[in-house]
């Protein structure tokens, strides 16, 4: 119970501070939106895309931006920790009775909380262009989004932790995720891919997170793709938790 509610206290200081901040919200769906209207119409007209041909190419377009929120704006969460590393705040946090997994929860989840109303706000974007989700699906997807928070979260606490240089952060940060979401298939399907690129998208977990998604918003709730995107984001977002947690227990300044 303790942890849990130092979870919670943790949780309302900084998400008090991200809704009374909402320009930094905005500016991390500026990039979404953008894909949205300037590049989804386009997929309509490339050859082989037979995903469209019985629906919108939003419909198959819009869960992989959900995957794609997910991976920048959690992943760059480190650098707040970096600095608060650097002005003495998480120095200040480590000696009170908050406990340190606490710590790293309630920042978490904030960021879940955030990433989550993200995911809605591209959602009802996108319902005027020809996105018809069914609701059972849809708050599956928002719950695979909000593990997938969580997996990026951990990981960035995790190597800000580890870093603690912003500019060293930085380039870690983005030389892993470029990588990871070219060979997700969000923008467009692996299919289309030589048979060497599809390889390497297999060992992507991020890769069953966006076909998990696309079967959903397609309403195939029972689907495969699925159960593994579920039990491959969920056991890998536990597993960081874990290491994250013992990182955060272990540090000093």
Do not use: C
């Not at 309509?44 to 629906?55: D, K, M």
């Amino acid at each position: 119970m303790g942890t849990l509610r130092d979870t919670l206290v943790v949780f309302r200081r900084y998400f008090r501070r991200a809704i009374t901040s909402p320009l930094l919200v905005s500016v991390s769906l500026v990039q979404p939106i953008l894909y949205l209207l300037l590049f989804a119409p386009l997929l309509t007209s490339v050859p082989g895309l037979s995903h469209f041909a019985s629906g919108s190419a939003y419909q198959w377009f819009v869960p992989g931006l959900m995957i794609q929120i997910a991976i920048f704006s959690i992943s760059s969460g480190g650098w707040s920790l970096i600095s608060e590393l650097r002005s003495g705040v998480l120095e200040r946090m480590w000696v009170t009775p908050v406990s340190r997994l606490g710590l790293l929860l309630g920042r978490v989840l904030r960021d879940i909380a955030t990433l989550v109303a993200q995911a809605v706000i591209i959602v009802a974007v996108a319902i005027p262009f020809g996105l018809a989700p069914r609701l059972p699906a849809l708050l599956l997807a928002f719950l695979l989004v909000a593990l997938l928070g969580l997996l990026m979260a951990t990981v960035s606490y995790m190597g800000a932790l580890k870093i603690r240089n912003e500019d060293a952060f930085g380039s870690v940060v983005f030389g892993a995720t470029l990588p990871l979401m070219l060979l997700s298939g969000m923008l467009l399907p692996m299919s289309l891919a030589p048979r060497w690129l599809q390889g390497l998208a297999d060992v992507n977990p991020l890769l069953y997170a966006v076909n998990a998604e696309r079967a959903l918003f397609a309403g195939n709730v029972a689907s495969a793709s699925v159960i593994t995107g579920f039990a491959v984001i969920g056991g890998l977002a536990v597993l960081a938790v874990g290491l994250a947690s013992r990182e955060f227990r272990q540090a000093t300044v």
